[in-house]
T-cell receptor, first 110, second 110 residues
Framework: NAGVTQTPKFRVLKTGQSMTLLCAQD?????MYWYRQDPGMGLRLIHY???????AKGEVPDGYNVSRLKKQNFLLGLESAAPSQTSVYFC?????????FGPGTRLTVT | TQLLEQSPQFLSIQEGENLTVYCNSS?????LQWYRQEPGEGPVLLVTVVTGGEVKKLKRLTFQFGDARKDSSLHITAAQPGDTGLYLC??????????FGKGNQVVVIP
């Protein structure tokens, strides 16, 4: 039982490049989330999903897209990366109130 | 946006001392959670408090939910170096979403 896993762990992008972050959970949770964590800003919700095939915007959705084609996977896409998207990205899943987090992806955009 | 303010932002104490950190909001939450995050890892849930006035204990950690369900505190008795970490409070605000505070960075010096 791996819980929540994230791929990749680290990535460096140039401005304007695109990439996809993959999150996978093996707990059969309905809800999944993408957060970003920046110094002094705490965890901010980017997008979330309440079930397979659904997505919704969170607090800071601009510049990101998501897809939930399978219940166990939640993908976060950056179509044209900007330096302001340099951050640590966390995926989480939940059944009820309690969220389980992945180990994070550290993304640097130069 | 549901605002949660945590204080103090940073706290450094000697091993064996006690400490208390706080999480305050102007909003009422149906439940509040505390997570601990260690460097390079995702947050890990410590406790969920649901009822106003509720007190929960987890070994040397004591969590209290305010009577009005707007605030919470975390007290650590006889702190150990293993208690070092970023403590995050999070309030539930509907559709399985959490609003996070910016965290209390605790450092316990051996």
């Amino acid at each position: 039982n791996a819980g929540v896993t994230q791929t990749p762990k680290f990535r460096v992008l140039k401005t304007g490049q695109s990439m996809t972050l993959l999150c996978a959970q093996d707990m059969n949770h309905e809800y999944m989330y993408w957060y970003r964590q920046d110094p002094g800003m705490g965890l901010r919700l980017i997008h979330y999903s309440v079930g397979e095939g659904t997505t919704a915007k969170g607090e800071v959705p601009d510049g990101y897209n998501v897809s939930r084609l399978k219940k166990q996977n939640f993908l976060l896409g950056l179509e044209s990366a900007a330096p302001s998207q340099t951050s640590v990205y966390f995926c989480a899943s939940s059944h009820l109130y309690e969220q389980y987090f992945g180990p994070g992806t550290r993304l640097t955009v130069t | 946006t549901q605002l949660l303010e945590q204080s103090p932002q940073f706290l450094s104490i000697q091993e064996g001392e006690n400490l208390t950190v706080y999480c305050n909001s102007s909003s009422v939450f149906s439940s509040l959670q505390w997570y601990r995050q260690e460097p390079g890892e995702g947050p890990v849930l410590l406790v969920t408090v649901v009822t106003g006035g509720e007190v929960k204990k987890l070994k040397r950690l004591t969590f209290q939910f305010g009577d009005a369900r707007k605030d919470s505190s975390l007290h650590i008795t006889a702190a150990q170096p293993g208690d070092t970490g970023l403590y995050l409070c999070a309030g539930y605000y509907g559709n399985n979403r959490l609003a996070f505070g910016k965290g209390n960075q605790v450092v316990v010096i051996p």
